[in-house]
């Protein structure tokens, strides 16, 4: 698929999402509910969306054990100047503008570094689906919601237990793959296997007990500093719902949308994930769209503020890196 049509293709999602999110929205009272919050709780808001920055720095320095020990510095700036990339440029070009920027600066091999954003993609997928399974099975919601508590918290336990057979079994894990790819065409099969090759090289730290408890830790206190953010959003628009479980459910539905391919900064994807999380507890489309636009916008801004601080302390333009990162990932 073409650059240009997987931007479309993007774009297009975005739209039908926030039409969905919109569509029962009263203008009047979403209005209404936007001059009447309390924007005081927009301050921790943004420091709670700084401190997520921080901590993915640091559980990515865990991840990076096997390839050394990078600077933390280099870190925090790899991780300011990718999560801002894509909330500005399209198709997730942070995700690889991070491992180009570490790998340059500190002089590591590029396809190391990029195995280690896959197994962070699983761990946060492992961790979101744990919270939200865990919330809708224990609070006492509808019985198909807590069906679907049960159901996730299953297929995280399922998904967890098919990482550990693909390390442990590697060898059997890879030629199964290729028995299956064999039928399609080389384009497509060669992209996948070389995938799973780095996925399987990411897994190498599981080998370590303390470093696998390491970043099952600083994932928990990720989703928890993420889940604040909107706690904070839930304080200030006084909405009554249950604070701990709701922001926990919200920022987990929110979460599983946004993964889905969609505009820069995840418009209209984060209004619909949260209008849906809203919706569980019974909270009007037009109150949560305004919850909406003011939680999505204060982590844009932490995340841009942050990457601009970053990105100017490398003396580089987003142009530039974005070019360097197209040419570091060609040859990768």
């Given amino acids: 698929m073409s650059r240009g049509l997987r931007i479309g293709l993007s774009i297009a ?36 969306t700084l401190l997520t920055l921080y901590i993915r720095a640091l559980r990515w320095r865990v991840l990076l054990r096997p390839l050394g020990k990078p600077q933390m510095s280099s870190l925090i700036a790899a991780t300011n100047i990718g999560f801002m990339a894509n909330m500005v440029l399209p198709l997730r070009m942070g995700e690889v503008i991070r491992p180009v ?15 280690t954003i896959v197994l962070e993609r699983v761990s946060d997928l492992l961790t979101v689906l744990l919270l939200f399974g865990v919330s809708a ?26 990482v ?23 384009r497509f099969a060669e992209p996948v296997e070389h ?26 206190c990720l989703w928890a500093a993420i889940a604040s953010v ?45 209008t849906l999380g809203l919706g569980i507890f019974h909270v009007a489309e037009s109150n949560a769209f305004a919850f909406s636009i003011i939680v999505h916008l204060m982590q844009f801004v932490g995340t841009i503020a942050a990457g601009v601080y970053s990105l100017t302390r490398e ?18």
């Fill in 137 to 162: 099975a224990t609070v006492s919601f509808s019985p198909a919601i807590r069906d679907w508590g049960y159901r996730l918290c299953g297929f995280a336990i399922v998904m967890s237990a098919g």
């Fill in 101 to 115: 920027l570490l790998s340059r600066k500190e002089k590591q091999p590029l396809g190391g570094i990029l195995a």
């Fill in 164 to 186: 550990l057979f693909v390390r442990w079994q590697e060898s059997f894990a890879l030629r199964m793959l290729q028995i299956v790819l064999r039928p399609l065409p080389v």
């Fill in 230 to 274: 909107f706690a904070f959003g839930l304080l200030a628009f006084d909405l009554p719902v249950p604070l701990v479980v709701a922001s926990v459910v919200i920022t987990a539905i929110t979460a599983i949308v946004v993964s889905a391919p969609s505009a820069p900064g995840f418009i209209g994807a984060f209004q619909f994930g949260c």
């Fill in 195 to 220: 995938f799973f090759r780095g996925f399987v090289q990411a897994l190498e730290i599981l080998d370590s007990p303390p470093t696998f408890l390491a970043i099952a830790a600083w994932s928990l």
């Fill in 315 to 332: 003396g580089m333009s987003l142009r530039q890196l974005e070019e360097v990162t197209a040419s570091d990932a060609k040859a990768a």
């Fill in 13 to 48: 999602i975005s739209a039908v999402c926030l039409y969905f999110a919109a569509r029962g929205v009263e203008w009047d009272k979403a209005l209404q509910a936007l001059t009447s919050a309390h924007y005081i709780y927009t301050l921790p808001m943004l420091g709670a």
